[in-house]
C-alpha cells in the first residue's frame, strides 16, 4: 500500500503548506476532488481540480494521494481505504 501525504483540514499550518495549483488556501475537499473558492470567483478559471500543491516540497499530490483529515477523524473513508464509519 502506498503511503498518503496526511493533510489535516482544520489545520492552520497546513492551509498554508497545502494549496490549490494557484496558490490559494481557500480550497475545500469535495466529491473525491478539490474546489477552490477563489478560482471559482474568477470566470476564466474552473474552482474544480484535481491536485494540492506542497509549497514546502513543490510536489503536486493527486486526491488519491492524500490523506485528508478533520477533528473527528477521516474526511473520505472510502479513498483512504478504511471502509464506512
Request: hydrophobic share 30%; aromatic share 8%.
Amino acid at each position: 500500500m502506498v503511503s498518503k501525504e496526511v493533510v489535516r483540514i482544520e489545520d492552520r499550518q497546513d492551509r498554508w503548506r497545502y494549496v490549490c495549483p494557484r496558490g490559494h488556501r481557500s480550497w475545500e475537499p469535495t466529491n473525491h476532488h478539490f474546489w477552490c473558492q477563489k478560482c471559482a470567483a474568477h470566470d476564466d478559471v474552473d474552482g474544480v481540480f484535481e491536485e494540492l500543491s506542497d509549497r514546502k516540497t513543490g510536489a503536486l499530490l493527486a486526491r488519491d494521494r492524500v490523506r485528508l483529515v478533520t477533528q473527528v477523524g477521516p474526511y473520505d473513508r472510502d479513498l483512504d481505504g478504511e471502509g464506512p464509519a
